[in-house]
């Protein structure tokens, strides 16, 4: 079955540095793509960044600069390098796969791991 396990949250001060892997298993990981979700305290989805079966990544305007997202095939594992953190990107974690049959969506989520960025 489809699984997708983040891993490598933690506390980490302002300024500094994470990386979230995401390990998938049970399907062809090299054919889809990847999404990093994020979730703050009492706000909504947003979507980090998104990664394609070649990989190339996409951001949003909140992370880009500070984070890059890449993509391991042969370990089907995705990466999330959060540099020059802020107390804004505290929130929940999640890697996602994206299914372009029927339209595009997302069809599994992982568990998701916590981020906090706090002196």
């Known amino acids: 079955q489809v699984q997708l396990v983040e891993s490598g949250g933690g506390l980490v001060k302002p300024g500094g540095s994470l990386r979230l892997a995401c390990a998938a298993s049970?399907?062809?990981?090299?054919?889809?793509?990847i999404y990093w979700v994020r979730q703050a305290p009492a706000k909504g989805l947003e979507r980090v960044s998104s990664?394609?079966?070649?990989?190339?990544?996409n951001y949003a305007d909140s992370v880009k600069g500070r984070f890059t997202i890449s993509r391991d095939n042969a370990k089907t594992t995705v990466y999330l390098q959060m540099n020059s953190l802020k107390p804004e990107d505290t929130g929940a974690y999640y890697c996602?796969?994206?299914?372009?049959?029927?339209?595009?969506?997302?069809?599994?989520w992982g568990q998701g791991t916590q981020v906090v960025v706090s002196s």
């Open positions: 990664i394609n079966s070649n990989g190339d990544g």
């Open positions: 996602a796969r994206v299914e372009s049959k029927g339209g595009w969506h997302i069809d599994y």
């Open positions: 049970g399907f062809t990981f090299s054919n889809y793509w």
